[in-house]
């Protein structure tokens, strides 16, 4: 849980409630709101969020610049921020819990609280349209000069945001990111004494999330998701295209955003290099104002990165191999698509008839391998109406679970195989000018159709029998669709069950295929396709758990979800100020501590307790080991928790 409030707050609580009666106003301090989150790693749910409606009243904020009424808008609190919107009481609510939840996870990933945060909160302004956020902005005396969807201005210390794309992942997204804008400049003052690559990048990475609508949870820093934007699909074609060293990303003024989330990610790829990452950005957040201006800030900047990473041109050629193992999942290729948990939902509405499209980078003949920067978030489990799949199998299957509950009897939805690009295609003397595929589709719950044509099929159109439709319509709309690659023959089963029924109702079709056609289903990628309605589609094609699910109970912070990050920092903290004078015992805990913390839950707690075991002793060997004494007295500081920055009230 987040922030509960300590007892000695409530005297405080009370004073507040007697100044706020005295000035008529109802504001509560940021003390007396929850703001309880159960985190599970990088999964945030919200428990209880207390948001208070002021109507007009003016809160007071870290804002560097008096931030004023507008009208048709209404202002709401929780505890650590303030909301300037017209979006209806609802949408402010939720808006504002989501904030809460990313809260713990920007102080994780910076390391520190903005000075002031116990009686002052981070302002946020969010219109439900452009032409209402160009009038917020005009009330608090700010000229709208971009073109995106959300702004976060230096010096000013508000962000900026509306919903400049109809999806709900956009709106989430738009204001995760403006407001990890927000708490850098309320802890340091600035963005833009940070490179592009970082300050877009960090952004990038935290408000990269997939959203359980059921269950009300987010979980942030996604590396692997099915949505756009999708930063690391682009960021690979990026490097692709123009392959780029660190030290020419770090001084490109306009660096594509998808670079900016590799190196970021990379840098916090290890426990060891997420400690490092943290010591990195303390100190070049710290630097002068728009260093990309400044070649000795420039110069300073990678000194800084080669004292904490170590030697350039080494950390080049692990950023080079860490991006040429990485792989993304996902493809978006045609508009437009949700997605909620592990199921992506159509906007199935795209110009000039097409399918909507996302190609999953999956081949059916490739063997699965397990990596943890693949699909990092959880998932819903598989139902017996899909599968059995499997991929890299003498007969490959795979599967999805279709879901026409929100348009039922509406559209089309299914997946493709054999996905061959106009580039792929143009090779093979094809000459196509759109993806090429062997479409598999439901239409309206009623009919099964294959669609071979781009392959030299001639077009399949079967009813589904009476008893599959009617075990959909008790299942909510629901059934599911296995494709499996036989030697000889594509089969395709669709299968549906009646809640109340142990049995499924089922009905099978295949298509015979000769060794070419069948090479190219196992050989090329796969779709989920969609048109004409909102259909949820939910694919499968591996058994077995994600490589790092994150379940919903209680869980430490972080990637890593190790007990010990706290105590882990401070180590490195101490280590990083001691230099040459480290002693022994010291480099012995943060070597361990580091090892262990990307090992067992068991393993971390050993480590845990090895800190605690060994601390005392530890700072003894400090208090002997030869160091200036300033530096002495703020390794053990550290090592008693003290934050990782040095924070100062934002610049004005």
């Known amino acids: 849980m987040h922030r509960h409030i300590r007892p000695w707050l409530f005297a405080l609580l009370i004073i507040a409630c007697i100044a706020n009666l005295a000035q008529g106003a109802a504001i509560p301090i940021p003390a007396a709101q929850s703001a309880d989150i159960l985190i599970s790693g990088r999964t945030f749910k919200p428990i209880r969020v207390d948001v208070a409606n002021l109507g007009q009243s003016l809160p007071d904020t870290l804002a560097g610049v008096k931030i004023t009424n507008t009208k048709g808008f209404t202002w709401y609190v929780s505890r650590h921020y303030a909301l300037k919107t017209d979006v209806g009481d609802a949408k402010a609510r939720f808006f504002l819990e989501l904030?809460?939840?990313?809260?713990?996870?920007?102080?994780?990933?910076?390391?520190?609280?903005?000075?002031?945060?116990?009686?002052?909160?981070?302002?946020?302004?969010?219109?439900?349209?452009?032409?209402?956020?160009?009038?917020?902005?005009?009330?608090?005396?700010?000229?709208?000069?971009?073109?995106?969807?959300?702004?976060?201005?230096?010096?000013?210390?508000?962000?900026?945001?509306?919903?400049?794309?109809?999806?709900n992942y956009h709106q989430r997204y738009i204001l995760i990111h403006e407001c990890t804008h927000l708490f850098q400049m309320c802890l340091t003052g600035y963005c833009d004494n940070t490179p592009l690559w970082y300050c877009e990048g960090i952004a990038d990475a935290i408000s990269s999330h997939v959203y359980d609508e059921r269950e009300k949870r987010i979980t942030l820093d996604v590396f692997d998701k099915g949505v756009i934007p999708n930063f690391l699909d682009s960021g690979l074609e990026s490097l692709r295209k123009k392959p780029q060293t660190i030290r020419q990303i770090d001084i490109d003024t306009r660096v594509s955003r998808g670079v900016g989330f590799l190196l970021v990610q990379f840098l916090r790829s290890t426990p060891e290099r997420e400690q490092r990452f943290r010591l990195f950005s303390a100190q070049i957040m710290k630097g002068p104002y728009r260093p990309n201006i400044?070649?000795?800030?420039?110069?300073?900047?990678?000194?800084?990165?080669?004292?904490?990473?170590?030697?350039?041109?080494?950390?080049?050629?692990?950023?080079?191999q860490w991006c040429k193992e990485r792989r993304n999942t996902f493809h978006y290729v045609e508009w437009g698509w949700e997605e909620d948990f592990n199921t992506l939902v159509a906007y199935g509405f795209a110009e000039g008839g097409r399918l909507s499209q996302t190609d999953l980078l999956l081949p059916p003949g490739e063997k699965p391998v397990d990596d943890p920067w693949r699909l990092d978030y959880a998932a819903a489990p598989m139902p017996p109406t899909v599968g059995p799949v499997a991929r890299g199998v003498a007969e490959p299957a795979i599967g999805a679970l279709l879901d026409f509950s929100e348009d039922p009897h509406r559209g089309v939805a299914g997946i493709g195989l054999g996905v061959m690009s106009?580039?792929?295609?143009?090779?093979?003397?094809?000459?196509?000018d759109h993806d090429t595929q062997l479409k598999i589709l439901v239409r309206e719950g009623r009919t099964l159709e294959i669609d071979g044509s781009e392959l030299s099929f001639k077009p399949v159109s079967e009813k589904i029998p009476d008893d599959v439709q009617k075990a959909m319509e008790a299942d909510k709309q629901r059934i599911g669709l296995t494709a499996i690659i036989g030697k000889t023959e594509l089969r395709i089963v669709l299968r549906a069950k009646k809640p109340d029924e142990p049995r499924m109702a089922e009905f099978s079709t295949a298509l015979a295929i000769d060794a070419a056609v069948r090479k190219r289903?196992?050989?090329?990628?796969?779709?989920?396709?969609?048109?004409?309605?909102?259909?949820?589609?939910?694919?499968?094609?591996?058994?077995?758990?994600?490589?790092?699910?994150?379940?919903?109970?209680?869980?430490?912070i972080g990637r890593w979800r190790n007990p010990a990050e706290r105590e882990l920092q401070a180590v490195w903290q101490a280590w990083t100020l001691l230099e040459t004078h480290c002693p022994k015992s010291l480099d012995r805990l943060r070597t361990a501590m580091t090892q262990a913390a990307n090992s067992s839950s068991w393993d971390q707690n050993k480590a845990l307790k090895m800190f605690q075991n060994d601390v005392d002793h530890v700072i003894g060997d400090i208090r002997q080991c030869g160091a200036a004494q300033e530096k002495i007295n703020a390794a053990v500081q550290k090592l008693h928790g003290a934050d990782l920055l040095e924070t100062a009230p934002p610049t004005r």
Request: with cysteine.
């Open 521 to 556: 289903l196992l050989d090329q990628r796969v779709s989920i396709l969609a048109r004409d309605g909102w259909q949820r589609i939910t694919p499968f094609f591996d058994p077995g758990p994600r490589p790092e699910p994150d379940p919903p109970h209680i869980a430490p």
């Open 422 to 432: 106009p580039e792929q295609t143009s090779a093979d003397g094809l000459h196509a």
């Open 294 to 320: 400044n070649p000795g800030a420039r110069a300073d900047r990678i000194a800084a990165m080669e004292k904490f990473f170590g030697p350039l041109d080494q950390l080049q050629a692990e950023f080079s």
């Open 99 to 167: 904030l809460e939840c990313a809260y713990p996870y920007y102080v994780h990933v910076f390391g520190a609280e903005p000075a002031g945060i116990e009686s002052r909160r981070m302002p946020v302004v969010f219109s439900k349209d452009r032409k209402g956020l160009e009038r917020a902005m005009k009330s608090d005396d700010i000229k709208w000069d971009f073109g995106g969807g959300g702004i976060t201005y230096e010096r000013i210390h508000i962000a900026y945001a509306y919903p400049s794309g109809s999806l």
